[in-house]
């Protein structure tokens, strides 16, 4: 079983800039993909970004491209996600996922293939 802890979410204004944190217990991460998800109120939980387990590739969402990005650290455990630029459309509740699947080759947008999930943290975007 994995663990995940999300931290580093808070109000911020827009323009502005927050690094969100996930770390990990239990198990590495370093055999599996890793998705920062997002769900505002009314609003299906989509991914924002993932990460390959190796950090070969990653994914970003169309509403993250250009200002968000995912780093891994398999050494400590940790995945992150750097958000510049916030803006309004941004609040929502950062969740943070693992794919158990053993070093996929593909990283999944699907919130179905991941298994283990934190208990989120909360961005709140003002304008």
């Known amino acids: 079983q994995v663990q995940l802890v999300e931290s580093g979410g808070g109000l911020v204004q827009a323009g502005g800039s927050l690094r969100l944190s996930c770390a990990a217990s239990?198990?590495?991460?370093?055999?599996?993909?890793m998705g920062w998800f997002r769900q505002a109120p009314g609003k299906e939980r989509e991914l924002v970004a993932g990460?390959?387990?190796?950090?070969?590739?990653?994914f970003y969402g169309d509403s993250a491209k250009g200002r968000f990005t995912i780093p891994r650290d398999n050494a400590k455990n940790t995945a992150s996600l750097l958000m510049n630029s916030l803006k309004p459309e941004d609040t929502a509740v950062y969740y943070c996922?693992?794919?158990?699947?053993?070093?996929?080759?593909?990283?999944?947008?699907?919130?179905?293939?991941?298994?283990?999930w934190g208990p989120g943290t909360q961005v709140t975007v003002s304008s």
């Open positions: 239990g198990r590495t991460l370093g055999d599996y993909n």
């Open positions: 996922a693992a794919d158990e699947r053993n070093r996929p080759t593909t990283i999944s947008t699907s919130r179905y293939a991941y298994q283990y």
């Open positions: 990460i390959r387990w190796n950090a070969g590739s990653t």
